[in-house]
């Protein structure tokens, strides 16, 4: 009896895990996000080549997760914002923006992914931590309101 008992959790308990996993990946994102640390240093935003940024989909900033190559972060978000080059880099630094949902008003946010030795994303990182849930808000289809850094 206790067996069985312990089989039914077991499969209830696994049962509950792919229900969630599912429902993260219902819209078709990972649930891989950026972090914030004081730790990372961002250049200097009058150095970017950039300096306005860009304003990417929310759902392609999502979509640079750990592995992907920089050819793929390539096609999902553009050319690094700095002088930081192609080949044996291990940063790309971007300037993004996103809007506040108050008119025209627009957050800009630095962005950086961090890449390992084979040249595929091991980290991604906001600047500020408002862009962190500047991302979750737009991500769920609402428009920030009184978004300040």
């Not at 040249?119 to 991302?135: H, Y």
Request: proline share 5%; net charge positive.
């Amino acid at each position: 009896m206790t067996k069985m008992i312990t089989r039914y959790m077991l499969a209830a308990s696994a049962m509950l895990c792919l229900s969630g996993a599912v429902a993260a990946a219902a819209d078709g994102l990972p649930s891989y996000r950026p972090g914030v640390s004081d730790a990372i240093t961002f250049p200097d935003v009058e150095r970017a080549t950039r300096k306005e940024g860009v304003f990417v989909a929310a759902r392609n900033i999502a979509m640079v997760t750990p592995g992907l190559t920089k050819d793929q972060v390539y096609a999902l978000i553009g050319v690094p914002h700095f002088h930081e080059g192609l080949f044996g880099v291990r940063r790309w630094n971007y300037i993004v923006n996103f809007y506040t949902g108050e008119g025209d008003k627009y957050v800009a946010c630095q962005y950086q992914i961090r890449f390992d030795r084979k040249a595929r994303v091991e980290r991604t990182w906001f600047r500020e931590p408002a862009c962190v849930n500047i991302l979750e808000q737009n991500l769920a289809g609402n428009t920030p309101k009184n978004v300040e850094k």
